[in-house]
T-cell receptor
Framework: NAGVMQNPRHLVRRRGQEARLRCSPM?????VYWYRQLPEEGLKFMVY????????ESGMPKERFSAEFPKEGPSILRIQQVVRGDSAAYFC?????????????FGQGTRLTVV | DAKTTQPTSMDCAEGRAANLPCNHS???????VYWYRQIHSQGPQYIIH???NNETNEMASLIITEDRKSSTLILPHATLRDTAVYYC???????????????FGSGTQLTVLP
């Protein structure tokens, strides 16, 4: 059973470009979470999605950031018009969402560098 | 979710047990204790979780005090590869089949020494 797959592992973008980060959850998981880790800081929750629905986006910056989890295909975190402050590691996690104490499994992250 | 308090850093000799404490004095009755770790530059790795009973799996043991205000993660025979930041997280279990996001604090940097 493959784990949570994120790609690309490393992404370099120039200021003003768009960054698209992809996350394929574990097989059978329908809940996806995106986290951001700025250099030398802890992980911060961004958004929680189920298939085709955004459940909680309280951690998402108000502008330039969006996320989706379509019926078919991976979840996408999209950052428009990137700035240097967007440079960070972006982690995706998934869970099955069944039961009361489900754990979340993380991918290896995408390291975004804005130059 | 209840706030947790962990030491900033700890050292442990290779082969010895590593005992990582966590205080969660404001924990509610329906909140679980979760432990994750993050090895440098990698994604967080789930270790173990529990509600009120002690738990053990192939990676670690979790000891939760009777009043549930603190817990200890035990790595029975620490290896160099266990060097990581360990996060203690308290959160409400999912309702209606959903799971909530995890709130990561600063964690404990465990360094296993040869």
């Amino acid at each position: 059973n493959a784990g949570v797959m994120q790609n690309p592992r490393h992404l370099v973008r120039r200021r003003g470009q768009e960054a698209r980060l992809r996350c394929s959850p574990m097989k059978g998981h329908s809940h996806v979470y995106w986290y951001r880790q700025l250099p030398e800081e802890g992980l911060k929750f961004m958004v929680y999605l189920q298939k085709e629905n955004i459940i909680d986006e309280s951690g998402m910056p108000k502008e330039r950031f969006s996320a989706e989890f379509p019926k078919e295909g991976p979840s996408i975190l999209r950052i428009q018009q990137v700035v240097r402050g967007d440079s960070a590691a972006y982690f995706c996690a998934s869970s099955s969402g069944t039961g009361r104490d489900t754990e979340a499994f993380f991918g290896q992250g995408t390291r975004l560098t804005v130059v | 979710d209840a706030k947790t308090t962990q030491p900033t850093s700890m050292d442990c000799a290779e082969g010895r047990a590593a005992n990582l404490p966590c205080n969660h004095s404001t924990i509610s009755g329906n909140e679980y204790v979760y432990w994750y770790r993050q090895i440098h530059s990698q994604g967080p790795q789930y270790i173990i979780h529990g509600l009120k009973n002690n738990e053990t799996n192939e990676m670690a043991s979790l000891i939760i005090t009777e009043d549930r205000k603190s817990s200890t993660l035990i790595l029975p025979h620490a290896t160099l590869r266990d060097t990581a930041v360990y996060y203690c997280i308290v959160r409400v279990a999912g309702t209606s089949g959903s799971a909530r996001q995890l709130t990561f604090g600063s964690g404990t940097q465990l360094t296993v020494l040869p």
